[in-house]
C-alpha cells in the first residue's frame, strides 16, 4: 500500500501564485509515475502535469509555460509551482501515484483563482 498526502494549495487572485506539495509512503520502493489532476465544477478529471521516476515532465497544454512539477525520489514528494493562475486554473487537485501498476490518489486539495 502506497499513502498519498496533499498540502498546499488556498486561494489566489489572477496573476499569482501558488505551490502544492506531494509525498508518498509505506511501499514506495515500487512507485513510478506521479502527477497532478484537477476536477472542476462539472467538468471530468483530468491530468494537469506529471513527471517520470526518470524526471521527464508532460504537462497539459493549458497550463504549459505557467506550471511546473519536480520530483525528489529520495524523499517520494512531488511539488507543482503553479505561477500566473487564471480563473480556469480552480478546481480541486488530487495527486496520483503509481506503484506496480496500481494508482493511488491523494484526497484532493481546493485551489481558488479569483479575477
Known amino acids: 500500500q502506497v499513502q498519498v498526502v496533499e498540502s498546499g494549495g488556498g486561494s489566489a487572485q489572477a496573476g499569482g501564485s501558488l505551490g502544492l506539495n506531494c509525498t508518498a509512503s509505506g511501499r514506495t520502493l515500487s512507485v513510478t509515475g506521479m502527477g497532478w489532476y484537477r476536477q472542476s465544477p462539472g467538468k471530468q478529471r483530468f491530468e494537469v502535469a506529471h513527471?517520470?521516476?526518470?524526471?521527464?515532465?508532460d504537462y497539459a497544454f493549458s497550463v504549459r509555460g505557467r506550471f511546473t512539477i519536480s520530483r525528489d525520489n529520495a524523499k517520494n514528494t512531488i511539488f507543482l509551482q503553479m505561477n500566473d493562475l487564471k480563473p480556469e486554473d480552480t478546481g480541486v487537485y488530487y495527486c496520483k501515484i503509481m506503484s506496480w501498476g496500481l494508482a493511488y490518489w491523494g484526497q484532493g486539495t481546493q485551489v481558488t483563482v479569483s479575477s
Open positions: 513527471i517520470k521516476e526518470t524526471l521527464e515532465t
